[in-house]
């Protein structure tokens, strides 16, 4: 035999032993939910969702819960999850270092697209903005996750950065909480202010319990971001695609139309707040991209940094420029 044709062979084989062997098919999915509220009324509102995707992928779908934006971000990084709801700063992150993508996004159940960071404090006290952006020392103020779009990423961006203001060094204390935790320790007056967003404030309503209506009547906002798009839904990239179909398949058809069916899929949307999900991709994540890099612009001309505000600079408008090439859907 020619000893061309034998090194080829050689070769072939050499490689062949060294490709690593298929991934073995999938047995479950793992989806993960956002950790915006307790962990226990989450269960209660998504299982009959998840059920749902589970007869319609034929797999089983188990959610996993964290207390963290970062452990939802780390899980989908280690291949834990394959699946979730994020927030949109949270997904940016995902996006970037744990090999996922954006396919769908939620719908707000008001009918009007997006929702709004705010900052709330106990009726009746006499807060005002103003008093707060003091920084005197003497508040305890309430933060969102540090991944949270609306509990931390918009009021840095749209309230603290223009003012030059740093948290730890304007209040007296500063903790760190879900949405729903804050909205509680502020009408317990266990916080003097804190972040919370429009979302979460309507997810508490549609409690109809005396508890979140005794919240919901002792909390006041004294300061409202512009919108902040619907939440993102991720998927790992490495998915198999024939997975990946029957998962928009279901998620894109679920609770549209008029047949009784798909009215009690609508009502369980309702549940989890959105309306049947609309088909994004990466782009959608433009508007946060362009919210962090403003807040790195604002940060930049507060400490006089000629080269950070430049960078800053440049990053924005090429941030705008793809958000100008891909309008919002």
């Known amino acids: 035999m020619d000893r061309r044709i034998i090194l080829g062979l050689m070769a072939a084989a050499a490689l062949a032993g060294c490709s690593k062997p298929a991934p073995p098919p999938k047995t479950e999915l793992v989806f993960s939910i956002l950790s ?11 299982a009959p969702f998840l059920a749902d995707m589970s007869k319609a992928v034929g797999l089983p779908v188990k959610a996993f819960y964290a207390s963290n934006y970062t452990a939802l971000i780390e899980a989908m990084r280690f291949k834990q999850t394959d699946l979730g709801w994020f927030t949109n700063q949270s997904g940016l992150e995902a996006v970037r270092r744990s090999g996922a993508e954006v396919f769908a996004r939620s719908v707000n159940p008001s009918g009007v697209d997006g929702y709004n960071a705010v900052i709330i404090v106990k009726k009746g006290s006499g807060l005002t903005l103003d008093r707060i952006l003091t920084c005197d020392r003497t508040l305890n103020f309430g933060m969102g996750d540090p991944k949270s779009t609306s509990g931390t990423l918009a009021p840095m961006t ?10 730890a060094t304007c209040f007296r204390t500063v903790k760190s909480a879900n949405h729903e ?15 919370n967003n429009t979302a979460s404030m309507d997810r508490l309503s549609l409690l ?3 508890i979140a209506k005794r919240t919901l009547e002792n909390v006041q906002v004294v300061w409202t971001s512009p919108r902040i798009p619907e939440d993102p839904i991720l998927w790992r990239k490495d998915l198999d695609p024939a ?3 029957k998962i928009a398949d279901f998620m894109f058809s679920y609770g549209v139309g008029d ?6 899929q609508h009502a369980i949307l309702v549940q989890i707040q959105t309306l049947p999900f609309k088909r994004a991709d990466d782009s959608h994540l433009l508007p946060v991209r362009e919210m962090e890099a403003t807040g790195q612009l604002v940060e930049a001309r507060n400490h006089k940094d000629a080269a950070a505000e430049a ?4 990053a ?9 090439a891909h309008p919002a859907g």
């Open 243 to 245: 997975l990946k179909k």
């Open 311 to 314: 960078k800053a600079q440049a």
């Open 316 to 324: 924005l408008a090429e941030i705008q420029k793809e958000k100008a």
């Open 36 to 46: 915006a509220e307790s962990q226990s009324s989450a269960q209660k509102d998504w």
């Open 158 to 167: 749209y309230l603290f950065a223009p003012h030059n203001i740093d948290p």
């Open 208 to 210: 109809h319990t005396d």
């Open 259 to 264: 047949t009784p069916e798909a009215k009690r």
């Open 181 to 195: 935790t804050n909205l509680f320790s502020v009408a317990g007056g266990l916080l003097d202010a804190a972040t």
